[in-house]
């Protein structure tokens, strides 16, 4: 059998159904999230790219431009003749 005879034979109206209830079921979930909140959870989130009190620490170590260009120049000059 070829490859068209078997798409032929598939009945493909059913994903669509499929597709549609999978949206529904995330959009409710989504909306019921959003709605439950209370009010103090929604200030607080909202207030977060204003307040200025709160410091994050970034997760990695941030070296500055100088220890990286010390240390490369100390790893270049080893075995590098001048001449």
């Known amino acids: 059998m070829?490859?068209?005879e078997i798409v032929s034979f598939l009945d493909l109206s059913v994903f669509p159904s499929v597709a549609l209830v999978f949206f529904l079921v995330a959009f409710i979930a989504i909306l019921w999230k959003t709605l439950t909140k209370s009010k103090q959870e929604i200030e607080a989130q909202a207030s977060i790219p204003l307040?200025?009190?709160?410091i994050f620490t970034p997760r990695v170590l941030i070296q500055s431009n100088n220890e990286d260009l010390h240390h490369a120049e100390c790893h270049a000059d080893k075995g590098a003749t001048h001449g």
């Open 2 to 4: 070829r490859m068209t």
């Open 51 to 54: 307040d200025d009190d709160v």
